[in-house]
């Protein structure tokens, strides 16, 4: 035989059903509650918010952005308690490229990643700042390009290279001096082109010594610790001089007839040395922000590493460790990301080296550019010896 539920019974069965609508929404309420980590322009900031996207968290922030700003992930994916985002917001930067004002926009924070982002034309240019300064603000930056120009002098063609902005400091890097009375069809202080033609004319005697120019020339020698297709002027080359001696025969102050007497070279032509790269770097997949190897890509970039080395040192690691921060050789007690032999040496960057990779990459770093100059010279020689 049932029974019917009594007032009181009712209004407990009720209140009960209250409390578990509460209890379920605030449950959902602390899963939408997040802290994110923004890295905005080099600085990093803390986010708290309840926010599900990146564009949400950054609001949250109020940072603002733009469509031509750099934001990792993309404004409209995912966010997630304990991500790091990376805005890079764009900015104007005038130059002055071979004498050619331009304005670009771009989101570098380096006057050399800037540069880099505008191709091969650039690549090897003189700067009118280091190339690991921040961005000028108030002067344009002057970028002055590799450029390919021909100088006659004493009888014969000199092919010369340089990214020097002028004629007179172009000369001067390859030692072309210009003695007292000689003659040169360009100013000294004009811009230097690519293709331009030079000639200097010798201030000549009846009889008497001159000093000649002697033509450098180049040699290219094989590097297996650097990335194939990779060229690098290890040494400039400069011009050797001879002492020459001789008699003139001038009719109408033309000379037509020369006899030497004596030559005596006084100093032997420098050749040009261009390394060449060799070896073959493996292709690394796109970096994800806040991974071991994204922390490792910046502070490589801090040393001027590109990403030939950058390639070289992901290739390295991957060999050694996996890029386990707490990677461990049982047999020879090598430790982390690095695997520094003891692990204790990377004390030095951090009492805290046996897991944070930040602190076992800056040793890692350190280690190879001493040993090694740099990742792929390490890379290089583990190649050959299976260990570096």
């Known amino acids: ?66 469509d031509m700003d750099l934001v990792v992930p993309g404004p409209w994916e995912s966010a997630s308690s304990g991500q790091e985002i990376v805005v890079r917001h764009a900015r104007e930067l005038d130059l002055v490229i071979d004498g050619e004002k331009r304005t670009v926009w771009t989101t570098a924070l380096t006057v050399g990643d800037a540069i ?35 100088v006659a002098v004493d009888g014969q063609v000199l092919e010369l290279e340089s990214s020097l902005p002028t004629v007179r400091e172009a000369l001067m890097e390859v030692g072309l001096v210009l003695n007292e009375g000689d003659q040169i069809d360009v100013d000294l202080d004009a811009a230097v ?52 001696t001789y008699t003139a025969t001038v009719v109408d102050g033309k000379e037509i007839d020369r006899q030497i007497l004596a030559s005596v070279i006084v100093t032997e032509p420098l050749d040009r040395v261009v390394l060449v790269g060799t070896m073959e770097v493996p292709d690394v997949p796109p970096v994800k922000p806040g991974t071991a190897k994204a922390i490792a890509k910046e502070l490589a970039a801090k040393r001027g590493w590109g990403d030939d080395e950058f390639k070289c040192l992901v290739a390295l690691w991957q060999k050694e460790s996996g890029w386990r921060v707490n990677a461990h050789n049982k047999s020879s007690g090598a430790y982390g990301i690095p695997q520094a032999l003891p692990g204790s040496k990377m004390a030095k960057f951090g009492d805290d080296w046996r897991t944070n990779p930040e602190t076992q990459i800056k040793w890692g770093l ?15 020689h583990f190649l050959r010896k299976n260990w570096y």
Request: with cysteine.
């Open 1 to 66: 035989m049932s029974r019917s539920r009594t007032p009181r019974s009712r209004r407990l069965l009720a209140h009960a059903a209250v409390l578990t609508l509460v209890t379920a929404g605030t449950g959902a309420f602390a899963t939408l509650h997040k802290t994110v980590e923004v890295d905005v322009n080099g600085t990093e900031i803390q986010v708290s918010t309840f926010g599900r996207t990146v564009a949400d968290v950054l609001a949250a922030a109020d940072i603002e952005i733009t």
């Open 116 to 150: 880099d982002a505008l191709g091969e034309r650039t690549q090897g240019a003189h700067l009118s700042v280091s190339r690991s300064a921040a961005l000028p603000r108030t002067e344009p930056l002057v970028v002055s390009t590799q450029k390919t120009m021909t």
């Open 193 to 244: 082109e690519e293709g331009l033609a030079i000639e200097v004319t010798r201030a000549k005697t009846v009889a008497g010594t001159v000093v000649e120019t002697m033509k450098f020339g180049e040699k290219e020698v094989k590097d297996p610790s650097r990335a194939k297709g990779t060229r690098i002027v290890q040494q400039q080359g400069r011009v050797g001089e001879r002492q020459v």
């Open 366 to 380: 350190s280690y190879i550019s001493g040993r090694y100059s740099t990742p792929c010279g390490a890379w290089g």
